[in-house]
């Protein structure tokens, strides 16, 4: 027999089958009674016991079907959840003895059983003779506050699959409609010259920064630096640098003055520097040549050193065998540096959707479209479109342009949940997920996808997955629920805590609280459930259900009233829970549920 793991309550009934002469002073005890769903389960011990002398005679056979139905006779549902046999054979001396029987149900809830009975349908056999006894009425059922349990749809919006769908999370995009861009350019200059030679000005990067120049972006600062190499003597090696960094801002000042930069052109626009000496440079030309390791293991130490300018170029200059000898390690340090920094103005959001709908339209084709917008331009392009379907076009030509970029794929599984394809959208996720394995945000939308496809125990692997990855408060009401839905109350409790602010996490806190009896525990999430949403009534209720418990009958009056204020319908399901079974008849209830 299954074993019930807990007792919440034992109701003890005296048969008492007045007229058939059998049983008389028989009791039996059903717990819990009122019975209970938990696990979308109903358990039961029943325990029976007949005294002496009862009339239960040798020969003779009892046998009572334990069934689940309407007592009023209004409805003909019936459940039959079990049989209790009880014979002589098994006790032989029950005339002088009595006998003590037990059995235990587990049953199946179906919605079907609620404002049922536990009902005992018994008959007495003895010689060939059957005698059909009176029905007992064991325990009503059930009380079924497990069931109040909120679930992720709720958790994501009331209106089903729908709420689920606007929860699904897209990634973000960094789209900006100023761009910071830069333009370095180098002016390279002869041994012992600081002037720019005329043949510089023909250099690529040279004509780029000129052209940059001419656009007039908005510049936001320009760096320059002078350098000279490290031979010869220190002194002239600083006037060179100096002279070159002057000669290089002399032709830029030159230029932007011609573009119309003059407003720039302050002490805060340039940052100047110069490096007199260039020893990094010569360090990490020198480490492209053939020079033994050795050498330039030397050569490192003796720039480390601190040795004096001049005293440190000796040294390193005999190492390689004269200056003479790495003239081409030497030439390219002699140079001055520009980086001009600046912001492009990007297209106006007019002119962005101007593309999208060529692109939509079938005027802009998709090579032109990904020519025309920057990558994040996508993003922020669909994010303007009022139609998802649009939307949709758009983010599958991402996918296209740009394949292994996960958030298209992850936004395309959004888009899909909205517009009702719950199928397609887990596709995408799966994409997404193949692209960026185990991302606790793209778990969450395969879970929740999961749960509006009716499968939650896949949600829940996804959710778990999520979990055991970062511990979202989106993944913990998920397994939450779970653990809630299976009665397992203190697990899911952690859970809804963790849970936070997702919408419905208090009031589910507070109910497995209270189903795990945390009394204190409970009060403090259903009350923190109603700060949250003052117009909850189903929290108010919950609070009652606790006063109903703890027999506090303010606790339980006054919120059952604020329940019934916020939904009618709660005085309605008040006057049949079997949680205020012992207060339908009080006035203080009655007058709560406005009856």
Known sequence: MNRVPHVLAVGAVALGLVGCGTFEGARVNVSPNPLEVHADTVKASIKGSIPPESGFKKGGAYTGALVMKDTTGTRSDKFTVGTVVLTSDQFPDIAKEGAVTSTNIVTRFDPKMDGTYLVAENRYERNGKITDLPDFNLAPCCITTSRLIRTSEYAFGQDGTRGLAESIQTFPYDYKQEVAVQRDAKFQFPKNIFKIQKDQYKNEDIIAIGEFIKAKYNATKVDIQGFASPEGPFARNQFLSLNRLRDTQKWLIEQLKAAGYESYLDSNFFSISTTDEDWDGFKANLDQTSYPEETKRQIIEIVSAGYDEDEKEARVMALVGGKNRVEAILAPLRRATIRMFATIQARTPAETDALARGFLSGSVSSDSLKKAYQQEEYFFAASRMSDTKDQEKLMAEYTKAYPDDFRGYNNLGVLAAKNGKPDQAFEYFS?????????????????????????????????????????????????????????????????????????????????????????????????????????????????????????????????????????????????????????????????????
Not at 520 to 531: L, M, N
Not at 551 to 567: E, P, S
Request: cysteine-free; hydrophobic content about 40%.
């Open 431 to 595: 994409e997404a997920n193949k692209r960026k394995p185990n991302d606790p945000k793209i778990l969450n939308n395969m879970a929740k996808t999961q749960m509006m496809r009716g499968k939650p125990e896949d949600a829940v692997v996804n959710a778990r997955g999520s979990y055991n990855i970062q511990a979202t408060p989106e993944a913990a009401y998920v397994l939450g629920v779970e653990h809630g839905q299976r009665a397992r109350y203190t697990e899911a409790a952690k859970m809804f805590d963790e849970a936070g602010d997702v919408k419905g996490a208090k009031f589910n806190a507070g109910l497995v609280k209270l189903l795990a009896n945390d009394v204190a525990g409970s009060r403090a999430s259903f009350e923190a459930a109603t700060k949250q949403d003052p117009n909850d009534a189903l929290a108010y209720y919950g609070l009652a259900i606790l006063g109903a418990r703890n027999g506090d009958t303010n606790l339980m009056v006054t919120n059952l009233r604020q329940a019934v204020d916020k939904d009618a319908k709660l005085g309605e399901k008040a006057e049949k829970d079997l949680e205020f079974k012992s207060y339908w008849n009080s006035a203080e209830f009655k007058a709560a549920v406005k009856r």
